[in-house]
Antibody
């Protein structure tokens, strides 16, 4: 059974960098595509980025200038860094496996999700 | 691509059917004949999970009371007989054009 677990600080100060790690078990991150998705409190879902082949990446253009996704195959982990955060970045952040891509290599078929971790941006 | 769901919320009596609509601002039908749209359900306090992919294909383990239909810009998720465990927020998502984008969600409650 594939399992994903997010970890990282739950509180980040404005203008600082949000850093999260996802630890995957039951599958190798060398397989498939691995995404970050976020959900502001009481709101909908926003895809942030994915990584595959342990280094190839795709980003949501709306966040691209502030986001970096990376992977550590030795630990079977992938990570998210979001710079210059504001209160608008407060959200539950999910790490997710997407098994397939759509047209334009857009992520789809999000079949395994972590439980999510709430990150609050506040001073 | 903007995804618009309706209704925003609905309350259904157990055993009755339910229907959720999703409209996309552009056609999601690709030249290969597939509609690039998924449906997800987020139960209270849980992460979302995949229900339907490519518009009408049930994901593994999804009960057959769930069905997806539609093509182009108009899609429907139907639950033939609602059960108490079906409560939550339903999201449609397009994957025709990057970035993939979600609808705002439809909340299903039990009467």
């Amino acid at each position: 059974q594939v399992q994903l677990q997010e970890s990282g600080p739950g509180l980040v100060k404005p203008s600082e960098t949000l850093s999260l790690t996802c630890t995957v078990s039951g599958d190798s991150i060398s397989n498939y595509f691995w995404s970050w998705i976020r959900q502001p409190p009481g709101q909908g879902l926003e895809w942030i980025a994915y990584i595959y082949n342990s280094g190839s990446t795709s980003y949501n253009p709306s966040l691209r200038s502030r986001v970096t996704i990376s992977a550590d195959t030795s630990k079977n982990q992938f990570s998210l860094k979001l710079t210059s955060v504001t209160a608008a970045d407060t959200a539950v952040y999910y790490c997710v496996r997407n098994s397939h891509l759509g047209v334009q290599n857009s992520p789809r078929y999000f079949d395994y999700w972590g439980r999510g971790t709430l990150v609050t941006v506040s001073s | 691509i903007v995804m618009t769901q309706s209704p925003v919320s609905l309350a259904v009596t157990p055993g009755e059917p339910a229907s959720i609509s999703c409209r996309s601002s552009q056609s999601l039908l690709y030249s290969n004949g597939y509609n690039y749209m998924d449906w997800y359900l987020q139960k209270p306090g849980q992460s979302p999970h995949l229900l339907i992919y490519l518009g009408s294909h049930r994901a593994s383990g999804v009960p057959d009371r769930f069905s997806g239909s539609g093509s182009g810009t108009d899609f429907t998720l139907k639950i033939s007989r609602v059960e108490a465990e079906d409560v939550g927020v339903y999201y449609c998502m397009q994957a025709l054009q990057t970035p993939s984008t979600f609808g705002q969600g439809t909340r299903l409650e039990i009467k």
